[in-house]
């Protein structure tokens, strides 16, 4: 998988490459450029078909619009990477905390409720039986 | 936690709370007189009981003294004051109490981000790239999302130019206009002063454009001009102090003055 990554990669920085040398040919222009110019337009068509080629192996590949948001701002897409592991964290605290609250309160319940009301909570458990699940 | 219930106060009064405690949800030992005996005729006979939620899975609990049928029926064993009771949700191995980052296998990518202090900009994530990347793609209308609200109409596929094609890219000698100059302008990089001060001694200092060397002198006498005004000022300050018609002077030299006689 990393491979056909690294192959969109490549062809992207070649092209990039080349149309920075275009715009140094273009930013003073001589009459001896011309040839060198028409060979720059020649490669960005030839980039865009090897670019063009790399999006039938990427087809399955899903990227978050949220990240073009960032990248639009001028900010580093890895900051969103970052904040999606914080907050993923930040929730898993929040419901384990919620979790071993409600366990607290299950087992606090079912201890109170057997001094008050002993008889039916012995119906309770002959009910569940085995069936009740661990608390 | 604490049950409140102002009657339950000894063994005698447990008893009397049970029979208020059934009473609130029903009891099986008085069970409601037939309509018959009440002079309305023949009623209609019970209701079945109603089925259970889950179809009664899992082991037939023991018979009790409410005589709830065999099967898993928790349900129908609510004609007691469990009338409420349903079959549990099934259990996950997977919950909100594990962790799911190691559960996932993403402490490396955690510790890679989370870690180490990673940089705002967008030209730290791509330092080779060309042009002014950290502006918003707004300024220029250059933003990935115009893209994909807006795709550009294309062709089908991309066929090299022909030679009458390239005819129309023939250009005119000499250098662009100032404005048209974007592609050598990169983000300032931050340098040490330490490896400045040295590179200025050793390193020969690279050509500049002349619209650049332009640029800086006047970025230099702008500069200036500001440090002259204030330096000339305090110098005037400096000068007005040690005065004789400076009145804080004399007013000092007289108090001075007076304190020898």
Redesign the interface.
Known sequence: MAEKFDHLEEHL?KF?ENI?QL??I??????SS?AG??QK??FI??G??DI?KCRQQLHDITVP?EV??Y?????????Y??EC??R??A??E???G???TMKKFKS??IQ??SK??P??MA??W??????H?PS | ???I?AR?RDSAGAEG??EN?TALFGAQADPPPPPTALGFGAGKPPPPPPPPPGGGP??A??P???S?PSG?D?SA?GC???YL?RE?PG?TEL???T???THYN?EH??NK??GKK?????S??LP???GM??????HDNS???SL?EKPPILGG?????TGTM?AG????????PEQC?L??IQPPKKKNKQKHKQSRTQDPVPPETPSDSDHKKKKKKKEEDPERKRKKKEKKKKKNRHSPDHPGVGSSQASSSSSLR
Not at chain 1, 26 to 31: L, T
Not at chain 1, 71 to 79: E, F, K, M, S, T
Not at chain 2, 118 to 122: C, I, M, P, R, S
Not at chain 2, 157 to 161: A, E, K, Q, R
Request: contains cysteine; proline residues 8%.
């Open positions: 920085e990039v920075r715009g140094i273009v930013s003073d222009f001589q009459p011309q110019l028409n337009l020649n068509v030839t865009l078909q063009d619009l073009f948001e990248i639009d701002q001028g900010r580093n897409p890895q900051l990477t970052k592991l914080e993923a964290l929730k898993n929040q419901v384990k919620k979790i071993d606090l319940l109170e409720l008050v009301f008889e039916d119906k309770y002959s009910i569940w039986g085995e069936d699940p | 936690m604490k049950v219930n339950h709370t049970m405690f899992g082991p609990p023991p009790t003294a409410a709830a898993a928790k064993a007691g004051p469990f009771m549990l259990s919950t909100g109490s962790n799911l980052i993403l990518a955690y981000f989370c990673v940089k705002e900009k967008l730290n994530f080779d790239l060309p990347i950290d502006l918003p793609g707004s933003s990935l999302r994909i596929s991309f066929n090299p130019i390239l890219f023939r250009l005119h000698t000499g250098p662009l100059r592609m050598h």
